[in-house]
């Protein structure tokens, strides 16, 4: 590590010799990341950036401490401490003059993306084998958070497809298959709504229940069928299950405050969708 991120005191942070040598050719994103950031803000902003991303992805904070920590190191600060939850953290970053740089992030929205924290990944361990310096790591995390993700209406039929299958596996025939089909699209569907009205993630999950018990309801009394197994398939894509395992991870890990407030967080959630399945059904 030493060496690789020169710190000289009352000197901004700059490339040495090594740090040149990873990759001789920049992006043309990294190029413009070099042209505005000095390699000290580069590195700063990779080792956040990467954090928040896993945080808001659903990650658990271990996995995002760690990878902060492994970051830092590889890109040349002295020290690091970090202090992260499922709703923000908190970043110390010392660098080898002295030089203290602090930096605290709030997690307002989470979603549910193993994608991005696969790429995360990705790129904290060709930081940390020296395959990408700050303004190349910072570049290709700026292009994954800006990469688009499926279409709604794609989204809503992967959704509906999960939950007709379900529905089969809990013992449904093909006029469930469908209804249980045309309730997972429907629930998927509205997630938009739910979006622009940024409503949050306990009436979101109230409001899904109701929708799935109430069109499985409606179909059942035009067409017929076994409401038991397409209910039960339409919500099964809606339960917190990756929620309730990062919980448990967490609190096996000792990150108590975390793991009780995304164990509390999933029961809610699927309390509150039980809850909306009831209120239909008691109609």
Same mark, same amino acid.
């Given at each position: 590590?030493? $060496?690789?991120?020169?710190?000289?005191? *009352?000197?901004?942070?700059?490339?040495?010799d090594?740090?040149?040598?990873? *990759?001789a050719?920049?992006?043309?994103?990294?190029?413009?990341?070099?042209a505005?950031?000095?390699?000290?803000?580069?590195?700063?902003?990779?080792?956040?950036?990467?954090?928040?991303?896993?945080?808001? &992805?659903? *990650?658990?904070?271990?996995?995002?401490?760690?990878?902060?920590?492994?970051?830092?190191?590889? #890109?040349?600060?002295?020290?690091?401490?970090?202090?992260?939850?499922?709703?923000?953290?908190?970043?110390?970053? /010392?660098?080898?003059?002295?030089?203290?740089?602090?930096?605290?992030?709030?997690?307002?929205?989470?979603?549910?993306?193993?994608?991005? @924290?696969?790429?995360?990944?990705?790129?904290?361990?060709?930081?940390?084998?020296?395959? %990408?310096?700050?303004?190349?790591?910072?570049?290709?995390?700026?292009?994954?958070?800006?990469?688009?993700?499926?279409?709604? @209406?794609k989204?809503?039929?992967?959704?509906? =497809?999960?939950?007709?299958?379900?529905? %089969?596996? +809990? $013992?449904?025939?093909?006029?469930?298959?469908? @209804? &249980?089909?045309?309730?997972?699209?429907?629930v998927?569907?509205?997630?938009?709504?739910?979006?622009?009205?940024?409503?949050?993630? %306990? @009436?979101?999950?109230?409001?899904? $229940?109701?929708?799935?018990?109430?069109?499985?309801?409606? #179909?059942?009394?035009? +067409?017929?069928?076994?409401?038991?197994?397409?209910?039960?398939?339409?919500?099964?894509?809606? %339960?917190? *299950?990756?929620?309730? /395992?990062?919980?448990?991870?967490? /609190?096996?890990?000792?990150?108590? =405050?975390?793991g009780?407030?995304? $164990?509390?967080?999933?029961? #809610?959630?699927? #309390?509150?969708?039980?809850?909306?399945?009831?209120?239909?059904?008691?109609?």
């Amino acid at each position: 590590m030493d $060496g690789y991120l020169k710190v000289e005191k *009352g000197s901004e942070v700059s490339l040495s010799d090594n740090a040149v040598a990873v *990759g001789a050719v920049l992006s043309d994103k990294a190029s413009e990341v070099k042209a505005t950031l000095s390699y000290k803000d580069a590195a700063v902003e990779a080792v956040v950036l990467a954090t928040l991303t896993i945080l808001e &992805s659903s *990650g658990e904070t271990y996995r995002a401490e760690d990878t902060a920590l492994r970051m830092a190191c590889a #890109l040349g600060f002295d020290k690091a401490e970090i202090l992260a939850f499922p709703t923000g953290f908190v970043l110390t970053l /010392t660098l080898k003059n002295g030089e203290i740089i602090s930096t605290t992030k709030r997690i307002a929205e989470r979603s549910l993306r193993l994608d991005r @924290i696969n790429e995360v990944n990705s790129v904290s361990r060709a930081v940390v084998s020296k395959e %990408l310096d700050a303004f190349k790591a910072l570049a290709r995390l700026k292009e994954l958070r800006e990469s688009k993700s499926l279409g709604n @209406i794609k989204k809503a039929f992967i959704f509906a =497809i999960c939950a007709a299958s379900f529905t %089969l596996m +809990f $013992g449904g025939g093909v006029k469930e298959f469908f @209804i &249980s089909f045309a309730a997972g699209f429907a629930v998927q569907t509205s997630m938009p709504v739910y979006s622009y009205l940024k409503a949050p993630s %306990l @009436i979101v999950s109230l409001f899904s $229940g109701v929708l799935a018990a109430g069109i499985t309801m409606a #179909l059942i009394g035009l +067409f017929g069928g076994n409401r038991e197994p397409i209910i039960a398939g339409s919500i099964m894509p809606m %339960l917190p *299950g990756v929620a309730m /395992t990062n919980a448990v991870r967490d /609190t096996m890990r000792g990150d108590l =405050i975390s793991g009780t407030a995304r $164990g509390t967080d999933a029961f #809610l959630n699927a #309390l509150l969708i039980a809850v909306g399945v009831s209120l239909v059904l008691a109609i």
